[in-house]
């Protein structure tokens, strides 16, 4: 006991350590030569961490007193916050003019401050810029700017990235500009990111209060739940713990390990706390009873999240590893820990009361009844359903769908594309000395495709700086060096000779970029041009994601059927089919409605498919230590399967108040799963098998 104790708070300790993983590009794996490729691109051109947002009149465009509010906000906001590196606004465009003893760079844009006002759009001149559809729309009407962000000297909690300042220059900015605002780029998806962990806290509480009130219905005392939850808190401190030892960060997706653990911990105390109240013996017979039992059904729930090892995505992998360890920790801190807390304190030694404990006898009229066997075989057509469906999944998963619908990034995604035609921007790197000949050709191409909305290069931005000079050659030589010189010019040009174009497109389909990027490779075969950026990693990591799902469901049904083959035959039970078709049962209405339902194959579907794949079999497990054939453990402890599922659907359904998406639809879909598994664990195996 005192030694659990010393774990704990060291683990506690460790936990401190853990990252909170906020950027896309940290999201990805290393690994990946597209993540590498994107990394390059931060290193060659400088960082990309930006706060964009954009302006939108209130009438058709915009007045000269309203753009010289704007012009004198935007001065008042850089001035007064150091965490700015740059500013890119309309007022910053200036074209080079030559007069007979200056060379002057003038604004396109004259300052609106004391201007007579115009009848006119004095944003107009913007449409013959190359700007058009970046600074504004393709009616000159909105004004957008892009704040370049200093990143943090040394790493801090999320890495290089400054939330407070991120977040005091969005409120400064809501304050000081009296027009609607749209928010974007890399800044504010990694804020709303943070957000979006920090929220996840508040959802793991309303998991634990769901799991106790639940115990205290099921069991008749609160104490069965404060045990349950010691168990869980040990097992989520261990992991996280773990994770801040070996230096892994906090992610989305990690965000739901701890949801994951309860889960996969209910099972095992549930079924003990159902044998105490139906048996009414010792403790310590109680536990000695349930271990083997436990042992098998933690040990199926270890598979399941084991098989996300075997993914090419590391984020995957370090998941599945995690909820592993977990079912694992999860399982001794029951059956080790918990005794030895009973035998120090024996008051806790009797956790149930069988006299207050609710749904009972409606559980066990429940699962008394049997369904007609001709509905049970019916019902394996879905099975055949399936498997058609697997064959047509959708795979699709873009870093902004991380958000809902109606969140302010999505919306402000939502307007770029409505107003300028496209949705993401990636890098087209040329390495040094490529021919400028095979590089305008190349461009021509990659011009022609449906993807491309517009194309921002250096060549375009010079010419257009010296269009006004006209014959002197030496003066357009001048512009084109001082332009070489500045900071604009190192967003294009590399010191080290590499070159790139900016390309803008009307997707984020999975799909479609990875057709396009595969495109782009054809023309440069011998990688003298390559394609990155943050959406491009994301396509080719979202590649790797059905082989994930397939890899890990079909490692996981073997490896949990050699566990349920063994038993059988060890126990000397007979209906090894009867026990995989029902266990089968669930997880396949969850892959028919997966595709009935259009959802995409993304890490929510790999992380549902591996969960319930790995609880499969474990009631069967249950029965099968039970009563000398399956019938008789299915009347013995089919309540106990009852009380798991749920309970398992209720923590899941907590989820659909998450501030990401994702886990919204993981809640749901994981809540229908146990659901139709706890059908066919108990009313299809009744159904199946020979009743005497």
């Not at 401190?237 to 996969?264: N, Q, R, W």
């Not at 969140?407 to 300028?420: L, W």
Request: a positive charge.
């Amino acid at each position: 006991m005192a030694l659990s104790l010393v774990f704990f708070i060291l683990f506690g300790y460790l936990a401190q350590n853990l990252r909170q993983i906020v950027s896309i590009v940290d999201q990805l794996d290393p690994q990946m030569r597209s993540t590498q490729e994107l990394k390059r691109v931060k290193d060659l051109f400088g960082s990309e961490s930006s706060l964009g947002f954009v302006v939108e009149p209130e009438g058709p465009f915009f007045k000269l007193a309203d753009l010289c509010l704007l012009q004198n906000q935007v001065n008042d906001i850089v001035f007064n916050h150091h965490s700015i590196e740059g500013v890119m606004s309309p007022y910053k465009i200036r074209q080079a003019v030559e007069t007979s003893d200056k060379l002057m760079y003038v604004r396109i844009l004259p300052s609106p401050c004391g201007a007579p006002e115009m009848q006119s759009n004095p944003l107009a001149p913007l449409k013959n810029s190359p700007w058009e559809k970046i600074v504004t729309d393709s009616e000159a009407r909105d004004f957008a700017v892009s704040i370049r962000m200093k990143e943090l000297e040394t790493l801090g909690k999320f890495g290089t990235f400054d939330p407070q300042a991120v977040d005091d220059l969005i409120g400064s900015i809501k304050e000081k500009i009296p027009f609607k605002i749209w928010f974007m780029g890399t800044s504010a998806q990694q804020l709303f990111t943070m957000k979006g962990l920090a929220q996840s806290q508040i959802l793991n509480f309303l998991v634990v209060l769901i799991i106790w009130c639940g115990f205290r219905l099921l069991f008749g005392t609160w104490r069965s739940g404060a045990i349950f939850l010691f168990t869980l808190f040990f097992s989520a401190t261990a992991v996280f713990g773990l994770m801040g030892l070996l230096g892994y960060g906090m992610d989305p997706l990690s965000s739901c390990l701890f949801l994951m653990i309860a889960v996969a911990s209910i099972e095992d105390f549930i079924f003990i706390s159902y044998y105490q109240m139906k048996e009414n013996g010792s403790f310590k017979k109680t536990f000695r009873q349930m271990i083997t039992a436990s042992f098998f059904t933690s040990l199926t729930t270890m598979m399941g999240f084991g098989s996300l090892v075997v993914s090419d995505l590391e984020s995957i992998r370090r998941f599945g590893a995690m909820a592993a360890i977990g079912s694992f920790v999860e399982w001794g801190c029951v059956f080790l820990v918990v005794p030895s807390f009973m035998g120090v304190f024996p008051s806790w030694q009797r956790w149930v009361r069988k006299e207050k404990a609710w749904f009972y006898k409606i559980s066990n009229q429940a699962v008394k009844r049997s369904p007609p066997r001709w509905l049970v075989h019916i019902s394996l057509l879905v099975f055949v359903v399936a498997g058609f469906s697997v064959g047509n999944l959708r795979l699709s998963q873009t870093p902004t769908e991380v958000f809902p619908t109606d969140h302010p990034f999505q919306r402000g995604m939502e307007y770029i594309k409505k107003t300028r035609g496209w949705v993401a921007d990636a890098s087209l790197v040329f390495e040094p000395n490529f021919p400028e000949l095979k590089k305008s050709e190349i461009l021509s191409i990659i011009a022609t495709n449906p993807l491309v909305t517009k194309i921002e290069s250096y060549d375009g931005i010079e010419n257009f700086v010296s269009k006004n000079i006209q014959n002197s050659t030496l003066t357009k030589e001048t512009v084109s060096f001082e332009l070489s010189q500045t900071s604009f010019s190192k967003r294009f040009n590399a010191d080290s000779g590499e070159k790139r174009v900016i390309l803008y497109l009307q997707t984020t389909n999975t799909e479609e970029l990875n057709n396009f990027r595969e495109k782009v490779s054809k023309l440069c075969p011998q990688k003298e041009c390559w394609l990155a950026g943050e959406y491009i990693g994301f396509a080719d990591f979202s590649k790797s994601l059905i082989r994930t799902l397939f890899n890990s469901l079909f490692l996981s049904l073997f490896l949990v059927a050699l566990v349920v083959l063994y038993l059988t035959k060890a126990l000397k039970r007979e209906n090894f089919v009867a026990v995989m078709l029902s266990a089968l049962w669930g997880p396949a209405w969850m892959l028919v409605a997966i595709y009935a339902f259009d959802l995409s194959v993304n890490f929510v579907t790999c992380i549902v498919a591996s969960t319930l794949i790995g609880l499969t079999g474990d009631n069967a497990i249950q029965y099968m230590f039970g009563g000398v054939r399956l019938l008789e453990g299915i009347e013995r402890r089919g309540i106990g399967s009852v009380q798991c599922a749920l309970i398992m659907a209720l923590c899941c359904l907590s989820f659909a108040f998450s501030y990401f998406e994702p886990p919204r639809t993981m809640g749901i879909l994981l809540a229908a799963g146990f659901m139709m598994s706890l059908i066919g664990d108990v009313w299809v195996l009744k159904g199946l098998i020979k009743q005497k």
